[in-house]
């Protein structure tokens, strides 16, 4: 008796101390012992679980399903999982499913028939696979994007003396048409589409050409000005006022075109949405970083528009989505290469609580950038 105590305890030892969760059934399908580790995968004590049926641990329809299977195998003896093993969904206590590796042996002791599960939790498996996957895709994505980058830098410069050429007869032809206001306003019509077909081709090269950076300090106040004062021709009929709220900041050692481009694409898009007579805000300040490493520059560009619907917000960053009758739609998938190639981020504020200052009724856009 004393030696199956000995062998009991150290069963129980070994089974406590493995790192897998590990659960016996009987050909009911009635629970008989779990280890430490089950406890741990689905949050259940032993006490909560023995003498229940194991298909509490499964979400639907193999909880409705499993002792059919239990039955169909000790009838026919044709196993789908036993001495096989397989991926499943296990249900933890809470409700929350959880994909496990299962492996079932059955176990005969005397005229008994038990079955022993062994479960591992793949949830880290899969997230590692998922962003293996999501790696893989973006590294395509990247290699997509060189060629269509090469293919467009060429065909832009090609067609760039094309067009000037065209540019150049348009301007002289409309001199020539002074006196025909009808064929003067086609010249200017077409002077206007080769200028849209050139900025489309500057646009695709630019998200799909790689980016090189030439930093330098840079104000982030001084160059929103810039930007401004340069946008006049759009602001001044609508009577729109950039308010420019800028905490002491440090400079932000940055590209200055690049930024440029970033907040200019900002302004135009609120420009293309506030009323007249309304207001675009900028607010800078300093905050830290996510993992405290280094201080960063926010900068939350925000205006009085009609604001976001769920599937703008969805898809704002998604190359060639737009709401706008002209333009390629890249414009902020650039904005977010540019911020990102800088090691910040670009993102929406998420709710009305997070917008700051409380008169920005529209959308805020938010760039994190960091100072160094």
């Given at each position: 008796m004393d030696d199956q105590?000995?062998d009991?305890?150290?069963?129980?030892?070994i089974l406590?101390?493995?790192?897998?969760?590990?659960?016996t059934?009987?050909e009911?399908g009635?629970i008989?012992?779990?280890?430490?580790?089950?406890?741990?995968?689905?949050g259940f004590?032993?006490?909560?679980?023995?003498?229940?049926?194991i298909s509490m641990?499964?979400p639907?329809?193999?909880?409705?399903?499993?002792?059919?299977?239990l039955r169909?195998?000790?009838?026919t003896?044709?196993?789908?999982?036993?001495?096989?093993?397989?991926q499943?969904l296990g249900?933890r206590k809470?409700?929350t499913?959880?994909?496990v590796?299962?492996?079932?042996?059955?176990?005969?002791?005397?005229?008994k028939t038990?079955f022993?599960g062994?479960?591992?939790?793949?949830?880290?498996?899969?997230?590692?696979?998922?962003d293996?996957?999501?790696?893989q895709?973006k590294?395509?994505?990247?290699?997509?994007l060189?060629?269509i980058?090469?293919?467009?830098t060429g065909?832009?410069?090609?067609?760039?003396n094309a067009?000037?050429?065209s540019?150049?007869?348009l301007d002289?032809?409309?001199?020539?048409?002074?006196?025909?206001?009808e064929?003067?306003?086609?010249v200017r019509r077409?002077?206007?589409?080769?200028?849209?077909?050139q900025?489309?081709?500057e646009?695709v090269?630019?998200?799909a050409?790689p980016?090189?950076?030439?930093r330098s300090?840079?104000?982030i106040e001084?160059l929103?000005?810039?930007v401004?004062?340069n946008?006049?021709?759009?602001?001044?009929?609508?009577?729109?006022?950039?308010?420019?709220r800028?905490n002491?900041?440090p400079?932000?050692?940055?590209?200055?075109?690049?930024i440029g481009?970033?907040?200019?694409?900002?302004f135009e898009?609120?420009?293309?949405?506030?009323?007249?007579?309304?207001k675009?805000?900028?607010?800078?300040?300093?905050?830290?970083?996510?993992?405290?490493?280094e201080?960063?520059?926010?900068?939350?560009v925000s205006d009085q528009?009609?604001g976001?619907d769920?599937?703008?917000?969805a898809?704002i960053?998604?190359?060639?989505y737009t709401?706008k009758t002209k333009?390629t739609?890249?414009?902020?998938?650039?904005?977010?290469?540019?911020?990102?190639?800088h090691?910040?981020r670009?993102?929406?504020?998420?709710?009305?609580k997070?917008?700051e200052?409380?008169?920005?009724?529209?959308?805020?856009i938010v760039l994190?950038?960091?100072?160094?």
């Amino acid at each position: 008796m004393d030696d199956q105590l000995q062998d009991a305890a150290l069963l129980g030892a070994i089974l406590n101390t493995a790192v897998d969760a590990i659960v016996t059934i009987d050909e009911r399908g009635v629970i008989l012992h779990v280890n430490r580790a089950f406890g741990r995968l689905f949050g259940f004590t032993a006490e909560e679980v023995v003498g229940q049926n194991i298909s509490m641990l499964m979400p639907e329809p193999d909880r409705s399903s499993h002792d059919g299977y239990l039955r169909q195998y000790m009838q026919t003896g044709k196993a789908a999982i036993i001495g096989i093993g397989r991926q499943v969904l296990g249900q933890r206590k809470n409700g929350t499913l959880i994909p496990v590796d299962l492996a079932v042996s059955e176990v005969k002791i005397g005229e008994k028939t038990l079955f022993a599960g062994i479960m591992r939790d793949m949830t880290e498996r899969k997230q590692s696979e998922s962003d293996l996957r999501s790696a893989q895709q973006k590294l395509i994505q990247s290699e997509r994007l060189a060629a269509i980058g090469q293919m467009v830098t060429g065909l832009a410069h090609e067609s760039r003396n094309a067009l000037q050429r065209s540019r150049a007869c348009l301007d002289m032809l409309s001199l020539d048409l002074e006196s025909a206001p009808e064929q003067h306003d086609l010249v200017r019509r077409s002077r206007s589409a080769l200028v849209e077909l050139q900025t489309l081709y500057e646009e695709v090269r630019n998200y799909a050409a790689p980016i090189q950076l030439e930093r330098s300090k840079q104000s982030i106040e001084r160059l929103c000005n810039e930007v401004w004062g340069n946008l006049a021709d759009q602001w001044r009929s609508m009577r729109v006022q950039l308010v420019l709220r800028c905490n002491p900041c440090p400079d932000v050692n940055c590209d200055k075109h690049r930024i440029g481009q970033v907040i200019r694409n900002l302004f135009e898009n609120s420009l293309s949405v506030a009323p007249a007579d309304s207001k675009i805000f900028v607010d800078c300040r300093l905050i830290a970083s996510a993992n405290d490493a280094e201080p960063q520059v926010e900068i939350r560009v925000s205006d009085q528009g009609p604001g976001l619907d769920s599937t703008q917000r969805a898809r704002i960053f998604e190359p060639f989505y737009t709401t706008k009758t002209k333009g390629t739609g890249l414009g902020m998938a650039i904005c977010q290469r540019i911020v990102e190639a800088h090691g910040g981020r670009i993102f929406i504020a998420e709710s009305k609580k997070d917008v700051e200052p409380v008169e920005a009724t529209g959308a805020t856009i938010v760039l994190e950038l960091p100072i160094d």
